[in-house]
């Protein structure tokens, strides 16, 4: 198993420019999770999703979008990038057992210029 | 907002000397988990305590569950240089895996 599996690894973008961040995971897991880490402030929950075609805001919804049409994937949209958004973006996900056990990508690192 | 404060934030120390990093809420948690994370990757789970009063070992880390489960502790027994790295804290008050994370310690063990 990958496990959960982000691209790119890293991106350059311009003020108002989108991209869509990629998440992937082969666990089957039902719950998926968007993070975004700055320095010295841990991690920040963005969206999350319970499964195929659910999805929630999370702590720091502004600025991203989310979707989630299968078990696998949740892309993570941003829209008209601001400087605001240069941070490092993890993907998670658990399963349905166990106590809130998240696996977590490799990290995209996003700059916003 | 549930708040998970850390401390330290930062943390020196040379190899073989004893560490100790907290974990604390107003919040009660109905588990409470230890990541670990490595520049250039995302966080590893280390443990989860579910039970106020628990006592868990890994080898040379200790993690404890405070009685009331608002608190946590991790202490690692002679450190060494292959324990530098992030460590977090994250609660979770409910089982459906919303976890608040606190702001995380920096821990670099010198040879």
């Known amino acids: 198993n990958a496990g959960v599996t982000q691209t790119p690894k890293f991106r350059i973008l311009k003020i108002g420019q989108s991209m869509t961040l990629q998440c992937t995971q082969d666990?089957?897991?039902?719950?998926m999770y968007w993070y975004r880490q700055d320095p010295g402030m841990g991690l920040k929950l963005i969206y999350y999703s319970v499964g195929a075609g659910i999805t929630d805001k999370g702590e720091v919804p502004n600025g991203y979008n989310v979707s989630r049409s299968t078990t696998e994937d949740f892309p993570l949209r941003l829209e008209l990038a601001a400087p605001s958004q240069t941070s490092v973006y993890f993907c998670a996900s658990r399963g349905l057992a166990g106590y809130n056990e998240q696996f977590f990508g490799p990290g995209t690192r996003l700059t916003v210029l | 907002t549930q708040l998970l404060e850390q401390s330290p934030q930062f943390l020196s120390i040379q190899e073989g000397e004893n560490l100790t990093v907290y974990c604390n809420s107003s919040s009660v948690f109905s588990s409470l988990q230890w990541y670990r994370q490595e520049p250039g990757e995302g966080p590893v789970l280390l443990v989860t305590v579910v039970t106020g009063g628990e006592v868990k070992k890994l080898k040379r880390l200790t993690f404890q569950f405070g009685d009331a489960r608002k608190d946590s502790s991790l202490h690692i027994t002679a450190a060494q240089p292959g324990d530098t790295g992030l460590y977090l804290c994250?609660?979770?008050?409910?089982?459906?895996?919303?976890?608040?994370f606190g702001q995380g310690t920096i821990l670099t063990v010198h040879p």
């Open positions: 994250a609660g979770a008050v409910t089982s459906y895996g919303k976890l608040t």
């Open positions: 666990m089957n897991h039902n719950y």
